[in-house]
């Protein structure tokens, strides 16, 4: 029997494997508050990363531009509708970007606009994370910011989803091919 990591490395021999000694590919998601959109793609990408086998060579984090709820879990809303996807999200808790996570995330992916504005405003000279913004990866969505749901009913929850997942996976499959 071949071990799954041997096939792994003879089916994608560009991919790290978990054991590799290479330092993990970091990646950022922020958006407002930090309880509706960014961990929704925390938590979606999460997965991704896991079924794609790259634990440990992927990590992955989420962050608000603003304080308003640090210590806080998701919006329940949030929560729900991802649950009803298979992402749990009722384990993460609200935290805010800082200038030092441009040194600790290799990237950096706004929600919309008005956060990269913020974070472009924050990013040290010598920071080392790029910045984005997330839906440049989902070139099935036509639009540029992912809104936010939040004074919104479940119907904007769903949408956000949608796009998050599209853009998850053009993410996933850009660091694919530019980082690993």
């Known amino acids: 029997m071949v071990p799954a990591k041997l096939i792994r490395e003879i089916a994608m021999p560009h991919v790290k494997t978990a054991d590799s000694t290479s330092k993990p590919i970091r990646v950022l998601f922020v958006c ?19 079924e794609a086998g790259l634990e440990g060579v992927i990590e992955v984090d989420s962050a608000g531009t603003h304080d308003y709820h ?13 649950r009803a996807r298979g992402v749990a999200l009722d384990h ?12 600790t995330f290799d990237l950096v992916v706004a929600m919309d606009r008005g956060h990269r504005r913020i974070l472009y405003g924050m990013r040290p000279t010598d920071a080392r994370g790029e910045l984005a913004l997330f839906l440049d990866f989902a070139p099935d969505v036509p639009m540029a910011d992912v809104p936010d749901p939040y004074f919104g009913g479940p119907e904007g929850f769903e949408q956000v989803l949608d796009m998050i997942e599209s853009g998850a996976r053009g993410l996933l499959d850009h660091i694919r091919k530019t980082m690993l």
Not at 32 to 50: D, M
Not at 92 to 103: I, K
Request: aromatic fraction near 4%; proline fraction near 7%; charged fraction near 25%.
């Open 32 to 50: 407002t508050g930090n309880i509706c959109r960014s961990p929704t793609a925390e938590g979606v990408f999460r997965r991704l990363v896991a």
């Open 70 to 82: 640090v210590g806080e879990a998701p919006d329940s809303r949030t929560i729900a509708a991802a």
């Open 92 to 103: 993460l808790r609200g935290r805010q970007a800082t200038p030092a996570d441009f040194r």
